[in-house]
């Protein structure tokens, strides 16, 4: 029955792309608050930011998928997403919107261990939806 | 099927709590009374925890646990009612501790629906057996005391006294209990003169009542009513009245004991539940059954009423038990009532007609009896919690969350006091300003309690050690004493709690591989008594924890070798210090006893115990000396979650520094500054020459070199570690919770770089809390004296 499964998008742009969470891991989409600079860690881990008393760490998109620094601006936000428990404060130029989606519609990555679940058409555009999860760099 | 009566879930964590320090405080009294003597206190203490461990077991439904509790009861009944009594102490004692190992480990069990109750029944009856063994020494006691028959009928007995004569079962337990219940029982209905055994009291009351039987003299209207209340009576065989050969009795005048009949009221249901003959406590499966029948209606009212007294219990089981209850769901509840634990029939009682309904008060009359009865447990109960009313458990995740609620506070309070909108406001903010001090003063106030909320003192963990070495004892014989030292020691709950496997893993080491058997000590020439001491106390922010025993000590040379066969050794040997040849037995795959025993020696214990104590936060270091015995040291922060900490700034980020680490802060003078050949920084502080490691470097953190006389140095020692810690200045002195860092991070392995947490401080941002003894250790300065 999986066709007419069906869930929601909140798609972004990165790059000149648009990218796509699943919106059941996103839990807020907030605006860039001040970020703890944190040592040693790889350069696209901004820090950690205090969302509400938890600290969440921060990581920068375009860093992680090692596209050129995008410019940031006052559209930019931080989309909170949930790793199987673990709150992951994600970087992106800008937001676009929360859209349907059907599950049948998607064409899954055939890349092993990519943090690209698959690809699917809304209007249009072609979406990249990531596995927030394999973003997140879990377990590794 | 769900091991314990439905609708008990909500109770099974209070079940398991209370009971699980009933049978703790069974097991102290046991350990202090085994080496000493078993007072009267003692036992009466023992027969409470079983009572309520078999009551409240009863109230679960679980009938095992309650039966082997029952059982223990009936010995220490025995027990108690013959305090001269000469008996098998040690095969009492070993008893007793099974049955709290069992009860225990059944309460484990109990949230595990996979994993069945067990049948107790092999064990209980070796606990009858033995109740039996001492009743049949009671006896032959009891000999001495005049047991002569007591003469039924007296000359002189005036007329209108009856006489009944109650027969009890074989296999009834105590006689004389039951037959005190009859007689409160048939108490509104007859006036009792005298009974023959006189005293239920007595020793031999029992035995007199098996074998003669109980005869009551009484006075009453209705001697048929009686009677049927006397044969209804649990494990009453016969009853029967007895008259005088020469004298004529009147004929008993015919009244028909009243039959139950349902309430007349319109629209009230009235139901008649009778229980199993083995069901142990009638009045709680009662109360169970009426708490579940709140659901289908509104109770009008129960018979007994009070489901509290000692007397419901027996009309209960005599004349069932009864409810009415405004209902328009009456089958659905008659079903319930019908599937509960140890219900033998449940029906619904049809009206009757008004005349009958005196009959259900009559019933309820026995009640009377009770008050004077319920005293009896209630004084003891006094005795052994005199505290309890003012005491109330609180589940530690609530208490949790309350102390992340006041952190938020204070940090939120001080979001408002200092908001930058308040600036923009002219003219004075007095009155403000002067309630924010007010509301800090509160909160701050606020920490304080909640904090002191969760403190516990250690002894709880220590009293668990006295059962491991008295265990130990038993086994291994060597008779080591275990002493307590600063045992009122408080610490926050979650520490307590963690401290009680590493605790039990260094004491069985101790008394296993410590200790010395009784001849080597012989041998040695040692006369002191072998000794195992446990002592708590504070340090600087730090409950420290040591155990240390007589024993043998420690060979770092054995250690070494034994180091080198099990290829452990990660450098070479003559590198060792005494003090880290001790610290390969806190290394993985590490066992020096040659044989391993039941209690340790399969070389995972202490690894895992320095594990244990290391994840939170704490520090475990080992001092020993060949010969003379073996000092284990464990260090935790007082709270797992709050530390006093140094704000320092190092190239523009904020670290804090936990103040526990830190000895000294001073800036650094350039004559006290040297590098040695390889450019490596040092600084002298007095007599001690020092590394010193820049935070920014250690940290990787960008930015300008500064010069050393600029900053602020940080003399730190962890661990047998020090060195001196630059930064480039001191910004604050506070406490703060820690949080530790996301999981995601983990592959960066901060924490062995150095940075254990963050927190989130007042005004919202986030500072980074160093680990001073991984940064040492990630750094490479060297351990340059023993651990302490």
Redesign the interface.
Known sequence: MASFISGQLLTFECDGTIYAFDITSVTDIIEVP?I???????EH?LG???LR?K???VMDFAGRMGFEPPEYDMHSCIIVVD?EG???GIKVPRVIDAESYEKSAVSPSPVDNSCVVGYTVLGDRRVTIIDCVRL???N? | MSKFDAGMESMLDTFVFESTELLENLDEILMRSESSELTADDIAEIFRVMHTIKGSAAMMGLKNMSELAHAVEDIYFVVRENPELEFDRPKLYELSFTTSDLLKNEIENLGDDSIPLTDFSEFISTLHEFAAYLTGLSKGEAVAAPTETHAIFSDDEPEGVRTVKVKFQESCMMPSIRAMVLLNSIGSDAEVLSTVPPDLDAESSDDEIKAQGFVIKLSCDDMDAVLSILRDGVDVETAEEIKREASAAPAPKPAAPALPAGSSEEGVTTFLVRFEEGCLMPSIRAMVLKNSLAAYGQLVKTVPADLDSDASEEEIAKNGFRIEIKTEHAAEALAMLRDGLNVLSADKLEAAAPAAQAAPEAQAAPKQAAPAKKDAPAAQHGGGGGAAGSMISVRLEKLDRLL?LV??IV?TESGVTSSPDLRKISGGLDHFQKSARELKKLTDELQDVVMSIRMVPVQTAFSKMSRVVRDMNKTLGKNVDLVFVGADTEADKSVVDILGDPLMHIVRNAVDHGIETPEERAAAGKTEKPTVTLSAGYESGEVVISCEDNGAGMDPKKLLAKGRKNGILTKPESEYTDAECYELIMAAGFSTNEQVTEYSGRGVGMDVVRKNIEKVGGKMSIESELGRGSKFTIRIPLSLSIIDVLGVKANG??LSVPVSSVKEIFRPESEMLMKDPDGTELVMLRDHCLRVIRLADA???KGERRPLEDGIILYCKENGREAAVFADELTADQQVVV?P?????N??E?KS?G?SG?S?LAD?????ITDINELFVHNGVRQTEAVK
């Open positions: 001040e703890t600079v944190l040592p040693m860690v790889a881990i950690i930011m205090n008393g600290v969440v760490p790793c673990a709150l992951l997140s760099e879990k590794r | 992340d952190a938020e940090i980020t904020e940290f990787e953190l949080k860092l996301s999981i995601l991070l592959k960066y901060l770089k940075l963050c989130i919202g941002s986030i500072t980074l």
